[in-house]
């Protein structure tokens, strides 16, 4: 790792600045920020002596850090009047980081996490890809299947061409109906509802009875 430079050049310097990894390829850039730059979007990249990556889209601001348990997590577009206030959401100077839930140890996650602008559009928001609706109901009952106790929906997955799987949100449409959807386009197969050696049941009726593993063939 001898004698290579690290050079760092961005949109709101005028110089660009390079600093010298040590023998184990670490290195230290001291870099002058702005404040907050509302509106303003910035650009830099960084690279060595064998090439370089480039970053768009970078604004200046504070960072917030939301935490809790997993049962607290609620998702915007479950809300009541959720048309209401995702329109009122609708700011390109506020960003969100989505992490993808890891759902038991040693679970493959096939998505990476991302930042995306809070905005009408956003995939965050506005499910808009593989949707697939599941329809419940209870045996000789016109009544409701689904209990309002379901709270947040997780243990879905969906199989693809190839075999492997992703992970598929879901979101109560009403008693009775649930739209699973992917963050990206994919050819689904199958999809499948707590399909691991361990999950948390998310499912159950107006009887108080939770769901059981299943798995539904796509055509």
Not at 56 to 61: H, I, L, M, R
């Amino acid at each position: 790792m001898k004698n290579i430079f690290i050079t760092f050049s961005c949109s709101w310097l005028a110089k660009k600045i390079t600093a010298k990894c040590d023998d184990s390829g670490n290195f230290i850039l001291r870099v002058k920020t702005l404040n907050a730059t509302p509106v303003k979007q910035h650009t830099f990249s960084i690279a060595d002596n064998t090439g370089a990556v480039g970053y768009s889209d970078v604004v200046f601001g504070e960072v917030w850090l939301a935490g809790g348990q997993s049962n607290m997590a609620f998702e915007l577009k479950k809300s009541k009047d959720v048309g209401k206030y995702i329109e009122e959401s609708n700011n390109e100077n506020i960003r969100f980081y989505y992490a993808p839930h890891i759902y038991y140890e040693g679970y493959k996650v096939k998505e990476k996490g991302r930042w995306v602008k809070s905005s009408v559009g956003t995939d965050l928001n506005v499910p808009n890809n593989n949707r697939i609706i599941l329809s419940f109901s209870i045996f000789d009952s016109e009544g409701p299947a689904l209990s309002k106790d379901c709270g947040e929906l997780g243990g879905f997955e969906a199989m693809l061409d190839d075999g492997s799987t992703v992970v598929m949100k879901a979101v109560l449409l009403d008693k009775n109906k649930i739209e699973l959807y992917c963050d990206d386009a994919y050819q689904v197969k199958q999809v499948r509802y707590g399909w691991a050696n361990y999950f948390e049941p998310c499912l159950v009726n107006t009887e108080g009875l939770y769901a059981s593993p299943f798995r539904v063939n796509i055509e």
